[in-house]
């Protein structure tokens, strides 16, 4: 995946305890290694501070800057990667006060990771739209780090894609801003096409949501056979893929694996990736996928609930998956279910748990299905044969104005049948 020949360039971590977060600072810290490690570089030391509120100058304190400066001339740092965004004001105060070194925050460094993983036209679109739009506030400070440092490859360089990082000024990243929507609508209209047909085609529709990592792709593969790239990265997954997926008692669904979260995830990124979100804020049910072994397994499960509550997807009907339980011993599992009765224990790897996901998920779509008393003319014949094919059909008669059904809808149906509900 990385270059062997270029050396990896060494980055020296900070971050701020504040006291109230659901993380605490090493748990992040430890997340943040990780993101650099999927990024390609190395990580050589880190550095924290206690801190209620961020320093607005400098975002840690002002003798920190300084142990920070000196700390990554020793330790030869080409990076210092600080574990929150930064406000340009900061980061343009951190690049004078620590010369000699890439400031990144961890915006920086995600959307760095979606660059170098982005395959489709649309992935890549949205994450030039995502870096564009992070650039502009900060294109001051991206000009003295610039002008500051060498220029070259590695972290926190894939901005502006081969374009002279020095000629971009903020009328020039406004107008590439406008280039790339543009360019990004007429790939979505295709794309919503194609989801029309989709939602046309009134499979009730499932989706993969949960952190980065949980399994959400391996997950798809399980149930479908699919073929989708998994591995222990970090973001793996940019592009949505959906495949079929028969249940038990033999109804049709689809199923969609989707991008990761985190936490602190980009505002940027939420909006620039609106459309591939949509999978989610669109399907009739939710599978949360979580790494039941993940040490901040619980923060992680709130960070997912919030971005869902962002997308507007949390009053879509949720069941709770804890993947990878072949890890866990039966004490751990105990604890699991003690206090999650209603999440059900699977693993991708071994298979356990995958026949009663797929029950469940049936009972989810016939709890979600409304009972419609409707009147189908004549003239509609293939609605009365969709009544057949996709809902739980419980008394039909014909009488002169027509078929008179009553049916359990499925969600992604109900606006067919609406039409001709009996009042
Ligand atoms: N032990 C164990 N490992 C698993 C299981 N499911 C997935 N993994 C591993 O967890 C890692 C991440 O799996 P992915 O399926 O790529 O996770 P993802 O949720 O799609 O991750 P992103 O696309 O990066 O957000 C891989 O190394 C998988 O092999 C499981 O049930 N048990
Ligand atoms: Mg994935």
Known sequence: MYSTEAPRERALLVGIERGDSDWPLEESLAELQRLVDTDGAEVVGSLSQRLATPNTRTFIGKGKVVEVATAARALNADLVVFDDELTPTQQANLEKEIPGAKIIDRTALILDIFALHATSREGRLQVRLAQSQYLLPRLRGMWSHLASNRMGGGVGSRFGEGESQLEVDRRMVRKRIGAIRAELRKVQDERAQQRKARLASTLFRAALAGYTNAG????????????????????????????????????????????????????????????????????????????????????????????????????????????????????????????????????????????????????????????????????????????????????????????????????????????????
Not at 245 to 270: A, C, M, N
Not at 272 to 292: P, Q
């Open 216 to 423: 959400k792709s391996s997950l798809l593969n399980a149930l479908t056979g699919a073929d989708v790239l998994s591995y222990d990265k970090l973001f793996a997954t940019l592009d949505s893929t959906t495949r079929r997926l028969v249940l038990p008692e033999g109804r049709e669904v689809t199923l969609t694996d989707t991008v990761g979260f985190i936490q602190k995830l980009p505002t940027t990124l939420v909006e620039a990736f609106k459309s591939t979100l949509d999978e989610l804020s669109l399907s009739d049910l939710i599978l949360h996928v979580v790494d039941s072994d993940a040490h901040q397994r619980e923060a992680q499960m709130q960070a997912v609930r919030e971005v869902l509550e962002q997308i507007g997807a949390h009053g879509i009907p949720q069941l709770l998956v804890f993947n990878k339980c072949d890890l866990l011993d039966e004490e751990q599992r105990e604890v699991l279910t003690g206090r999650f009765p209603q999440g059900l224990l699977v693993s991708a790897q071994t298979g356990e748990g995958i026949e009663e996901l797929l029950v469940r998920m049936e009972q989810v779509m016939n709890a979600t299905s409304t009972l419609l008393d409707v009147v189908i003319p004549f003239a509609e014949g293939a609605l009365v044969q969709l009544a057949h094919e996709r809902c739980t059909v419980v008394s039909e008669r014909f009488t002169e104005e027509g078929t008179v059904l009553q049916l359990q809808v499925p969600p992604a149906l109900t606006s067919r049948f609406e039409a001709y509900m009996i009042l």
